[in-house]
């Protein structure tokens, strides 16, 4: 006569009891190919200067910018994000389109450097060359003389894509978070015929407290805060108009940023991305990556699992690729494995 199975019936901690029965049925591999380390270059440094805020990130040298991207590479990143910190700053950011300018610079530097063995990236925004910190073009509107200017900004930007595009950049990271952005400098690309630079949309982008050490690494001036351009962290629903609206001005990549605290926003605009086919990447940043980096310090959480379970977190709510200034690091420990 057979028995009934003893209570419980279901007994799911049967796959987690070795190592390999684990390995075998995780459902999320967070991969060094996805990751992509963001990048600083200063113009003059001859040797790179340490960010206090971002332990173990520093602003590069030309030269060891170049240097940096050969380690990366070799550890296995999937691409780089380059930001550049020029040394002088005016009102309409004219250092972006400069073809001097140290991010066309930095572009060309890594292109040369690395070529096509990687990804190479940049940010396509005013705020590190305006000497008011903001990420577009100002005007005077009732007497306030710092509000940004959508659509002058608009084509401030389509120069600066086309002169990361010149530079050799495969991918235009837009961060501005200006209206349109995408549609117009997807245009001007098509009309000088670089139709194979690709757009890496910022297309939900919160007004957040955790971009604070970023700041400190492009030594921003900013002065007030990004609230009418970058979204309300008390809302999720735009990230999916936001993400409408990219998707149809040809957004090829579109991101959630920051990520740790909008994994909701990264699992919404996921899913409906999946149904357009299109990559979605997720931006761990500064704020994410010191808040970790103070506790490591202290000896509250333990650096490898922390940031593997970070980027294991991130892919698992619907990130394919992953922003991380841990990028070299977190490529190390995939291919070998954590400790725990
Ligand atoms: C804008 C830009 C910012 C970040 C990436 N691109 C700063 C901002 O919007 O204030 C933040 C990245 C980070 O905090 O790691 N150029």
Not at 237 to 265: H, T
Not at 299 to 308: A, F, M, N, P
Request: charged share 25%.
């Amino acid at each position: 006569m057979a028995t009934a199975a003893p209570f419980p019936a279901g007994r799911p901690r049967r796959l987690r009891t070795t190592p390999a029965l684990r390995a075998l049925v995780a459902q999320t591999r967070p991969a060094a190919a996805d990751l992509v380390l963001p990048l600083f270059v200063r113009e003059g440094l001859l040797e790179p200067a340490p960010i206090a805020s971002m332990p173990g990130v520093v602003q590069h040298s030309r030269d060891s910018l170049r240097k940096a991207a050969v380690e990366a590479v070799q550890a296995g990143v999937g691409g780089l994000m380059l930001f550049g910190v020029p040394s002088t700053r005016d009102a309409t950011g004219s250092g972006a389109t400069d073809d001097d300018g140290i991010l066309n610079v930095a572009i060309r530097d890594v292109v040369a450097e690395v070529g096509d063995d990687t990804v190479v990236m940049s940010d396509l925004c005013l705020d590190e060359f305006t000497d008011h910190g903001h990420c577009g073009v100002l005007k005077n509107v009732n007497g306030v003389d710092s509000v940004v200017d959508n659509d002058a900004t608009l084509v401030r930007y389509a120069e600066m894509g086309l002169a990361q595009a010149a530079a050799g950049a495969h991918v235009l990271g837009l961060s501005g978070m200006m209206d349109g952005q995408v549609g117009v400098v997807r245009a001007a690309l098509d009309a000088d015929r670089l139709m194979d630079t690709a757009i890496l949309a910022y297309t939900a982008k919160y007004a957040s407290a955790f971009f604070g050490p970023f700041r400190e690494a492009v030594e921003s001036t900013l002065q007030g805060d990004r609230r009418s351009y970058q979204q309300d962290p008390a809302n999720a629903d735009e990230a999916l108009r936001e993400l409408a609206l990219d998707l149809a001005e040809g957004a090829d990549i579109v991101m959630v940023k920051p990520a740790l605290p909008y994994l909701d926003v990264l699992r919404r605009v996921a899913d409906e991305a999946a149904r357009h086919g299109v990559p979605v990447a997720a931006y761990q940043v500064s704020g994410e990556y010191a808040m970790a980096e103070a506790a490591f310090e202290r000896g509250w959480l333990d650096r490898e699992r922390t940031i593997v379970e970070t980027l294991t977190s991130v892919r698992r709510a619907g990130a394919g690729v992953v922003l991380t200034y841990w990028a070299v690091e977190a490529a190390r420990l995939l291919e070998h494995g954590t400790r725990a």
